[in-house]
């Protein structure tokens, strides 16, 4: 039972990086973790173990491209870009969570009638 809420949490994290790359342009892993905790508003922090894991997924998917590239502290990072396939999936994405979106509030609002 526990694969399928792994799942939504692996496509909500893609969706997620995917966006922050789409709004940010490159950023490093590190960047893109920090991103989302300051948007999260704490709420969300990742960790390298799952983070890294997600980038991987998305280069291989085509969704996202690297290259290596020197960070604002002067060290050797790994730059991620999104790419146009990766931008077509943001956006085939985004339609599909709110169209769960608006149905989770349909049922949560039906069922308080």
Same mark, same amino acid.
């Given at each position: &039972?526990?694969?399928p809420?792994?799942?939504?949490?692996?496509?909500?994290?893609?969706?997620?990086?995917?966006?922050?790359?789409?709004?940010?342009g490159?950023?490093?892993?590190?960047?893109?973790?920090?991103?989302?905790?300051?948007?999260?508003?704490?709420?969300?922090?990742?960790?390298?173990?799952?983070?890294?894991?997600?980038?991987?997924?998305?280069?291989?998917?085509?969704?996202?491209?690297?290259?290596?590239?020197?960070?604002?502290?002067?060290?050797?990072?790994?730059?991620?870009s999104?790419?146009?396939?990766?931008?077509?999936?943001?956006?085939?994405?985004?339609?599909?969570?709110?169209? &769960?979106?608006?149905?989770?509030?349909?049922?949560?609002?039906?069922?308080?009638?």
């Amino acid at each position: &039972m526990g694969e399928p809420k792994a799942e939504v949490l692996q496509g909500t994290l893609d969706l997620i990086v995917l966006k922050t790359l789409d709004a940010l342009g490159p950023q490093h892993g590190y960047g893109i973790a920090v991103r989302i905790q300051q948007v999260s508003e704490n709420l969300l922090k990742l960790n390298q173990g799952t983070l890294y894991p997600a980038l991987l997924r998305l280069e291989q998917r085509g969704w996202i491209s690297s290259k290596w590239g020197t960070s604002e502290n002067n060290r050797r990072a790994k730059f991620y870009s999104l790419t146009k396939r990766g931008k077509k999936q943001l956006a085939a994405e985004a339609e599909s969570w709110e169209r &769960m979106s608006s149905l989770i509030s349909r049922l949560l609002t039906g069922a308080e009638s």
